[in-house]
């Protein structure tokens, strides 16, 4: 089984500031790692996936995670956001196996102060 | 518009009375998932099937819910005699998934956000 930790609730940044979101994960098998994006009253959206190869993964909307197996962690960076980042961002995990349901954190809301 | 789609968005019902939500995945996923999303956590899953056959379920889902997909199309999941606590953005995803071991996306529909009075 997998488990996602995202300690960071609530992270309020200035517009064009960087930011950086918090994810670690625990697994006893080979893992694929997620980001996704919740806007108010939508679905989630994936941001960017890793799923082997470089552990520098880049995604929509100028976001990118880097992969740190030692560390378990998948930590989310932009390094300006705007105020469209506006969201809720989740983090997940599943087991490199594929076709397997996704392990959620519990989410850090992003708010952007102008 | 191709995306997965969820009926209703919301749903308002009193304690004791059932309700049924649909899903309808992107045409020719035969994979199908849903998961439950409380207030302040992330989702988290439920079931899943593959084809009409239901392969996984949660011990978060209780007998009190039930899932089908009848003819591997649409899906529907049925809370009876709910419960304050079952309140919840209920999701639903679906994949194409192939012979070959690999990764396949879940792409979400909006949700349907259930409230219990």
């Known amino acids: 089984a997998q488990s996602v930790t995202q300690l960071d609730s609530q992270v309020p940044v200035f517009e064009e500031a960087p930011v950086e979101l918090r994810c670690n994960y625990s697994?006893?098998?080979?893992?694929?790692l997620f980001w996704y994006v919740q806007y108010p009253n939508q679905g989630l959206q994936l941001l960017l996936k890793?799923?082997?190869?470089?552990?520098l993964v880049k995604g929509i909307n100028g976001f990118e995670a880097e992969f740190n197996k030692s560390q378990t962690s998948f930590h989310l960076r932009k390094p300006s956001v705007h105020i469209s980042d506006t969201a809720e961002y989740f983090c997940?995990?599943?087991?490199?196996?594929?076709?397997?349901?996704?392990?959620f954190g519990t989410g850090t809301r992003l708010t952007i102060i102008p | 518009d191709t995306g997965v789609s969820q009926n209703p968005r919301h749903k308002i019902t009193k304690r004791g009375q059932n309700v049924t939500f649909r899903c309808d995945p992107i045409?020719?996923?035969?994979?199908l998932y849903w998961y439950r999303q409380t207030l302040g956590q992330g989702p988290e899953f439920l079931t899943y099937?593959?084809?009409?056959?239901?392969?996984?379920k949660s011990r978060l889902l209780s007998d009190r819910f039930s899932a089908e997909r009848p003819k591997g199309s649409f899906s529907t999941l049925e809370i009876q005699r709910t419960e304050q606590g079952d309140s919840a953005m209920y999701l639903c995803?679906?994949?194409?998934?192939?012979?070959?071991?690999?990764?396949?996306?879940?792409?979400f529909g909006p949700g349907t956000r259930l409230t219990v009075l």
């Open positions: 995803a679906s994949s194409l998934v192939g012979r070959l071991p690999s990764y396949n996306e879940q792409f």
């Open positions: 697994s006893s098998v080979s893992v694929y």
């Open positions: 890793y799923l082997s190869g470089s552990t």
């Open positions: 997940a995990v599943t087991g490199a196996f594929g076709n397997e349901k996704l392990t």
């Open positions: 045409s020719e996923h035969n994979r």
């Open positions: 099937f593959q084809n009409e056959a239901q392969l996984e």
